[in-house]
């Protein structure tokens, strides 16, 4: 950072940090990734698809930034500790975590198989809570770090055919705060975005190309469109540089105004 730089420009600096994103193949995620890159950090990026993956590498590398790719399935809990590992050995540094990675098979309650209900609570809870237990001790050693959760507007309210995805969710947001509160003296700060109904690769037909939902959708949006996942890259770099020292244990709606409320008057 050149000396005399506009402080907004040091604040979001992330020139010198190393950051794991999991989850990376991932529409949401490889925007994040390819964002922290700009702000100069290096990067280790996971995803358990190794095309998506290397997609994604190459956006990084592609804007100037370095990157390492990890190839895993964050279901089983060793290889949750594994890419950790490999991280830290891969960048010597681990300063922030994205946990990004998660699942989603929409259905009905009484649809919900065994095999539904344990894909989608190992990836999307399960991993997230023994990859920051991983990290912990690393970023504990470093002097401090940051660790930012990918939840859901499911993180407060609820939502039909999601009632397994709303239950990790909402974990997300609760565990956010206990590791907050618990590592607040090893200098970690741990914060959770909530992205709101997000057009994505994953969301594109399922929900947006969808009438019926992209009707109901819109009329409960304030702002009237679906969020971008670009949209998510201001907070992010806030939670993942110097600008938030003193923010910790906090869910962020990136809804379009979603949970603030609604009204019944035309536009």
Not at 64 to 78: H, I, K, R, Y
Request: aromatic letters at 6%; a neutral charge; one cysteine or more.
């Amino acid at each position: 950072m050149k000396q005399g730089s506009p402080i907004p420009e040091r604040l979001f600096s992330l020139r010198g940090k190393s950051v794991l994103v999991t989850g990376a193949g991932g529409g949401i995620g490889r925007v994040l990734a390819v964002a922290m890159a700009e702000a100069g950090a290096r990067l280790g990026l996971h995803d358990v698809a190794p095309e998506r993956l290397a997609e994604s590498c190459h956006a990084v590398r592609y804007v100037g930034g370095e990157t390492f790719p990890l190839v895993a399935d964050l279901s089983d809990v060793q290889a949750c500790q594994g890419v950790i590992a490999k991280a830290h050995a891969a960048l010597n540094r681990l300063d922030v975590l994205v946990n990004c990675a998660g699942v989603n098979r929409r259905k009905p309650i009484e649809a919900v198989t065994l095999d539904d209900y344990e894909t989608i609570t190992a990836v999307n809870q399960r991993s997230l809570f023994f990859l920051s237990q991983a990290a912990h001790p690393i970023m504990r050693a470093q002097g401090g770090g940051k660790i930012i959760n990918i939840g859901s507007l499911n993180s407060f309210m609820g939502l039909g055919t999601v009632s397994v995805y709303g239950m990790t969710k909402a974990a997300t947001a609760q565990v956010t705060k206990t590791m907050a509160i618990e590592w607040a003296k090893d200098n970690i700060q741990v914060n959770c975005v909530a992205p709101g109904f997000m057009l994505t690769p994953l969301t594109a037909t399922s929900l947006w190309g969808d009438d019926v939902k992209r009707r109901w959708l819109l009329d409960r949006i304030p702002m009237r469109r679906p969020g971008e996942p670009d949209e998510l890259v201001g907070v992010t770099l806030l939670l993942a540089s110097g600008a938030s020292s003193y923010l910790t244990g906090q869910t962020i709606a990136v809804d379009g105004g979603v949970l603030a409320g609604g009204t019944w008057e035309p536009d």
